[in-house]
C-alpha cells in the first residue's frame, strides 16, 4: 500500500514530441507527489511538484496531470528536447510521516534528434 | 554556492572493510537523508535525521549506521560491508518547515560503492 508504481522503464521519443510518464498509487493518505529529474552522474533534483487539491500543474514545458479517482498522475514534456534525456523519479509523502518520501522505480527517458 | 558534498565519490573496497561516507550541506538545513539508488528499485531511504542528534530509520536501513553530531554534516557508516551493499549512495537534505517532505530536497553528485 505504500508503494509507487512508475512505467515505463524506459522510453524513446523524437525531438519535438511529448514524452508521458505514469505513476499510481494505493495510499490515499499521500497528499503531495513531487517529480524528480536525474542526469547522469548527478543527483535528482526538484522538478515540478502536485498536491491532489488540484487536477493539472504546467511549468514551461512540464505538466503533472493528477486523477485523484484513479489513483494516478502523470508527466508531460511537450516538445522534448535532447537536452531532457535524463531519469524521472516520480514520488509521494507518505501519508503518515512529514519527512519520507515513497519513490518509483524510475524512467529512462531519451529524446532522439 | 549552496551544495550538498559528498565523499568519496568512487570507492572499491572488501567485504569487512569499515568504511564511512560522508556528507556536507552548506545551507542549514535541518533534515537530511541518506539513499541508496538500485537499478530497478529507484531511490530507498536508509536513514535520516530532523535535526542535530535526531535520527530514525528509513525503509533499508540494516548494516548501516549514521550520526548527527552537527547540523551540517551527515556521516554514513558501513560497519562491516558487505556485497549486497555496492549500490550508488545519495546525501540529501531540506529545511524542515512543517513537512520536510515537501521541500525541495537538494542531492549530492553520489557515491559509487563497490564492495568485493
Known amino acids: 500500500q505504500q508503494q509507487v508504481k512508475q512505467s515505463p522503464q524506459s522510453l524513446i521519443v523524437q525531438k519535438g514530441g511529448i514524452s508521458i510518464i505514469n505513476c499510481a498509487y494505493e495510499n490515499t493518505a499521500f497528499d503531495y507527489f513531487p517529480w524528480y529529474q536525474q542526469f547522469p552522474g548527478k543527483g535528482p533534483a526538484l522538478l515540478i511538484a502536485?498536491?491532489?487539491d488540484v487536477s493539472e500543474k504546467k511549468e514551461g514545458r512540464f505538466t503533472i496531470s493528477f486523477n485523484k479517482s484513479a489513483k494516478q498522475f502523470s508527466l508531460h514534456i511537450m516538445d522534448s528536447q535532447p537536452g531532457d534525456s535524463a531519469t524521472y523519479f516520480c514520488a509521494a509523502l507518505k501519508g503518515d510521516s512529514n519527512y519520507q518520501l515513497i519513490w518509483g522505480a524510475g524512467t529512462k527517458l531519451i529524446i532522439k534528434p | 554556492e549552496a551544495q550538498v558534498t559528498q565523499n568519496p565519490r568512487y570507492l572499491i573496497t572488501v567485504t569487512g572493510k569499515k568504511l564511512t561516507v560522508t556528507c556536507s550541506q552548506n545551507m542549514n538545513h535541518e533534515y537530511m537523508s541518506w539513499y541508496r539508488q538500485d537499478p530497478g528499485l529507484g531511490l530507498r531511504q536508509i536513514y535520516y535525521?530532523?535535526?542535530?542528534?535526531?535520527?530514525d530509520k528509513g525503509d533499508v536501513p540494516e548494516g548501516y549506521k549514521v550520526s548527527r553530531k552537527e547540523k551540517r554534516n551527515f556521516p554514513l557508516i558501513l560497519e562491516s560491508p558487505s556485497p549486497n551493499q555496492t549500490s550508488l549512495y545519495f546525501c540529501?537534505?531540506?529545511?524542515?518547515?512543517?513537512?520536510?517532505?515537501?521541500?525541495?530536497?537538494?542531492f549530492g553528485d553520489g557515491t559509487r560503492l563497490s564492495i568485493l
Open positions: 535525521s530532523m535535526n542535530v542528534e535526531v535520527t
Open positions: 502536485i498536491r491532489p
Open positions: 540529501a537534505s531540506s529545511s524542515r518547515l512543517d513537512r520536510a517532505g515537501d521541500q525541495p530536497q537538494h
